[in-house]
């Protein structure tokens, strides 16, 4: 079983910037993927970025200008740095993660709030 605990979260202004980060532990895989998701109220959980154990990244076209999502392996953390941050981002924002040929699901981080409001 993989655990994915995310920190970081928190109350900003619109245009300002926060830094998330998940700690992975448990059993896991060498080769992955990790994401971040968001989902705000009443809405559809969406893709904000992922990164492959391999250092492969997307994003979403949204967010691709202001995000910046990075991973540190021995330290089994990754992280999203949100910069110029708007109030419709606000919203609870998941670690995610898969294995590619083992522990091929999702696991799920507790989430971690995000509010961008003056």
């Known amino acids: 079983q993989v655990q994915l605990v995310e920190s970081g979260g928190g109350l900003v202004q619109p245009g300002g910037s926060l830094r998330l980060s998940c700690t992975v532990s448990g059993i896991i895989v060498a080769d992955n993927v990790m994401g971040w998701y968001r989902q705000a109220p009443g809405k559809q959980r969406e893709l904000v970025a992922t990164i492959t154990s391999g250092g492969t990244i997307n994003y979403a076209d949204s967010v691709k200008s202001r995000f910046t999502i990075s991973r540190d392996n021995p330290k089994k953390t990754m992280y999203l740095q949100m910069n110029r941050l708007k109030p419709e981002e606000t919203a609870v924002y998941y670690c995610?993660?898969?294995?590619?040929?083992?522990?091929?699901?999702?696991?799920w981080g507790q989430g971690t709030q995000v509010t961008v409001s003056s």
């Open positions: 995610n993660y898969r294995g590619v040929t083992i522990l091929r699901r999702d696991y």
